[in-house]
């Protein structure tokens, strides 16, 4: 009977295994029934899949340029050409190219800048809730230091001191973003370090680092990809405000920002110069936005 009993009886590892794939069968559901979620979904969809392809979606080269052609109103207006959908700016250039192009430029700064921030915060926010003591104390003094400066003007002081450039504004607005992570992963740690799981692995002999990387980090996951996706938005947002200021990512790139600071002195005569660019940071940070926040319910077990 005991025999029956033992092989009757699922492994413990099976158990976890199944839990997690029930929980993440609910994430997904609860995701799917959501029209937001799914809107969300298919605008970055839109915008990710331009952005890989660009060489390949785009009708011109962005950077070509003919004054015979400046200002081309978009192909529903009056004098409208169907060769450039969205029309061309004050020397010529498509639009629709320069859009398509600048979607790259922000995913990469958007995604790259949370990379950087992600890895210094959590590593920070680890040690700060699991090691706790001086430790705890001098980088959560450097957090509350940093948090106090204006994260947009830290910035603007950085990248005029580097210059501007791609690699430039991606490590300033990921060196200056990731105080978020730190407090919200300690925070987490300290809840978690007391727990019985946590005691069990110290009652084997785990040591710090596995207790870290294997017990607790794991359990910070939904936070950390929440944040995450929204800080994407926000680092798209800075880069965009960058830009407009004039010291984004140089000339080399075509990017939203710069296309919204270069179209503003023609507004009145070419309202689409600043208008579709954008449209276009607009619809790209609310579907982040709306996919971060309805994951963040999806990931939730006390939200029906």
């Given at each position: 009977?005991?025999?029956?009993?033992?092989?009757?009886?699922?492994?413990?590892?099976?158990?976890?295994?199944?839990?997690?794939?029930?929980?993440?069968?609910?994430?997904?559901?609860?995701?799917?029934?959501?029209?937001?979620?799914?809107?969300?979904?298919?605008?970055?969809?839109?915008?990710?899949?331009?952005?890989?392809?660009?060489?390949?979606?785009?009708?011109?080269?962005?950077?070509?340029?003919?004054?015979?052609?400046?200002?081309?109103?978009?192909?529903?207006?009056?004098?409208?050409?169907?060769?450039?959908?969205?029309?061309?700016?004050?020397?010529?250039?498509?639009?629709?190219?320069?859009?398509?192009?600048?979607?790259?430029?922000?995913?990469?700064?958007?995604?790259?800048?949370?990379?950087?921030?992600?890895?210094?915060?959590?590593?920070?926010?680890?040690?700060?809730?699991?090691?706790?003591?001086?430790?705890?104390?001098?980088?959560?003094?450097?957090?509350?230091?940093?948090?106090?400066?204006?994260?947009?003007?830290?910035?603007?002081?950085?990248?005029?001191?580097?210059?501007?450039?791609?690699?430039?504004?991606?490590?300033?607005?990921?060196?200056?973003?990731?105080?978020?992570?730190?407090?919200?992963?300690?925070?987490?740690?300290?809840?978690?370090?007391?727990?019985?799981?946590?005691?069990?692995?110290?009652?084997?002999?785990?040591?710090?680092?596995?207790?870290?990387?294997?017990?607790?980090?794991?359990?910070?996951?939904?936070?950390?990809?929440?944040?995450?996706?929204?800080?994407?938005?926000?680092?798209?947002?800075?880069?965009?405000?960058?830009?407009?200021?004039?010291?984004?990512?140089?000339?080399?790139?075509?990017?939203?920002?710069?296309?919204?600071?270069?179209?503003r002195d023609f507004v009145t005569v070419a309202w689409w110069l600043p208008t579709f660019?954008?449209?276009?940071?607009?619809?790209?940070?609310?579907?982040?936005?709306?996919?971060?926040?309805?994951?963040?319910?999806?990931?939730?077990?006390?939200?029906g």
């Amino acid at each position: 009977m005991a025999m029956a009993i033992g092989t009757l009886a699922p492994p413990m590892g099976a158990a976890a295994g199944s839990a997690r794939a029930a929980e993440r069968s609910r994430v997904w559901r609860k995701l799917a029934r959501n029209p937001a979620a799914i809107g969300g979904c298919l605008i970055l969809l839109v915008v990710v899949g331009a952005a890989i392809f660009a060489p390949y979606v785009a009708p011109h080269e962005p950077t070509r340029q003919s004054l015979i052609r400046r200002f081309t109103p978009p192909v529903w207006t009056a004098g409208g050409k169907a060769t450039y959908v969205l029309g061309t700016d004050q020397v010529g250039r498509d639009i629709l190219s320069r859009m398509i192009h600048g979607a790259r430029v922000s995913l990469m700064v958007g995604v790259a800048a949370v990379l950087v921030s992600l890895t210094v915060g959590v590593t920070l926010g680890l040690m700060s809730g699991f090691l706790q003591g001086r430790v705890d104390t001098v980088i959560m003094t450097v957090v509350d230091v940093t948090l106090s400066f204006p994260q947009l003007l830290l910035a603007l002081a950085f990248v005029a001191a580097l210059g501007p450039s791609l690699l430039t504004i991606i490590v300033v607005l990921g060196l200056t973003g990731w105080e978020r992570y730190t407090r919200v992963v300690r925070a987490e740690v300290l809840a978690l370090r007391e727990k019985d799981f946590v005691e069990a692995a110290r009652a084997i002999g785990a040591s710090s680092t596995r207790t870290l990387l294997r017990h607790l980090l794991p359990n910070t996951f939904s936070s950390i990809i929440v944040m995450s996706t929204l800080q994407v938005a926000q680092a798209i947002l800075q880069e965009a405000a960058l830009s407009f200021l004039g010291v984004g990512t140089g000339s080399a790139y075509p990017t939203w920002g710069q296309m919204i600071a270069l179209g503003r002195d023609f507004v009145t005569v070419a309202w689409w110069l600043p208008t579709f660019p954008g449209l276009a940071i607009l619809l790209t940070v609310l579907a982040i936005n709306l996919v971060g926040d309805r994951l963040r319910d999806a990931l939730d077990p006390r939200v029906g």
